[in-house]
């Protein structure tokens, strides 16, 4: 455990300049977006009442109240997201063939290392796990400190006030990052899990096999998603709905689990067995 606890240390402090540089980049562009969008919507209100003399009471009803929802909906909002996002995913592959790069490849130290090199595996998804909840954590507390700038920025009269919760549940998109329930998490993020780890495997064979590797890997990613939807299929065309919702609910559970066991499995014997330096 304390061999894991290190490389998983020794990782983070790997991504943390690319970390800060993506939370940088969110908090300035998200603030940059509640300020245009605010002072857009108070020119359009000036505009109106004191250029066109309509009254405020005509204004609010062809136009309504400022919301957070009109910032969250922006482009202000969702573009940094939609980064960081593309950042982890970039880093899912680089987090792996980063060791290989260079003349003194970083990848035979760490399998020289005295722990099993499971370990190594493990490491790198919990650091995969450590960065996308990071951005997930940091993004909630973001959002009340940009709703605070918008009620400064916008009168009451004008403003519609919504909580965190509500805007999140009003928004499709940000349910999938920030789910209501405790099942959702679990799916949501647990569907990720197994795809990072579905991911890893496939990029292990490419370093064992190299050329033959990557056909391998495509080969283990379509299995893993033919067994992960066999419930589904079977359910649906075979068997004329047979299950009823919570069994397949359960179905799909367990052969989720079997996918990531047999991620595991594998990448731990390529890396024991296959894996060249």
């Known amino acids: 455990m304390k061999k894991y606890l290190q490389l998983v240390n ?22 940059i977006g509640v300020v245009v969008q605010s002072r857009s919507y108070l020119n359009l209100a000036n505009e109106k009442m004191y250029k066109e003399m309509m009254p405020q009471a005509e204004f609010l009803e062809s136009f309504g109240q400022m919301s957070f929802l009109q910032i969250a909906k922006s482009s202000w909002f969702f573009g940094p997201i939609a980064l960081c996002v593309a950042g982890v995913a970039f880093y899912i592959f680089f987090i792996w063939y980063r060791d290989w790069i260079g003349k003194n490849t970083f990848i035979y130290r760490l399998l020289m290392l005295p722990t099993s090199r499971l370990n190594i595996f493990f490491a790198k998804i919990t650091t995969i796990l450590l960065m996308t909840f990071g951005f997930v954590a940091v993004q909630l507390i973001m959002i009340p400190i940009e709703i605070m700038v918008l009620k400064a920025m916008v009168p009451n009269e004008f403003r519609l006030d919504l909580g965190v919760m509500e805007v999140v549940t009003s928004i499709p998109e940000l349910t999938l990052i920030f789910p209501s329930s405790i099942m959702e998490f679990i799916f949501n993020y647990g569907l990720g899990l197994l795809a990072v780890s579905v991911l890893f495997t496939g990029i292990l064979f490419e370093r064992s096999y190299k050329w033959k590797g990557i056909l391998a890997g495509l080969l283990y990613g379509a299995l893993a998603v033919v067994v992960l939807l066999l419930p589904l299929l079977l359910h649906e065309f075979v068997l004329n709905n047979f299950f009823y919702p919570i069994e397949l609910l359960v179905l799909e559970i367990i052969m989720g689990l079997l996918v990531l066991s047999a991620s595991i499995w594998v990448s731990g014997f390529l890396l024991k067995k296959k894996v060249t330096v």
């Open 10 to 31: 020794f990782e983070f402090n790997r991504i943390v300049k690319l970390f800060t540089v993506l939370l940088g980049i969110t908090f300035v562009a998200q603030m």
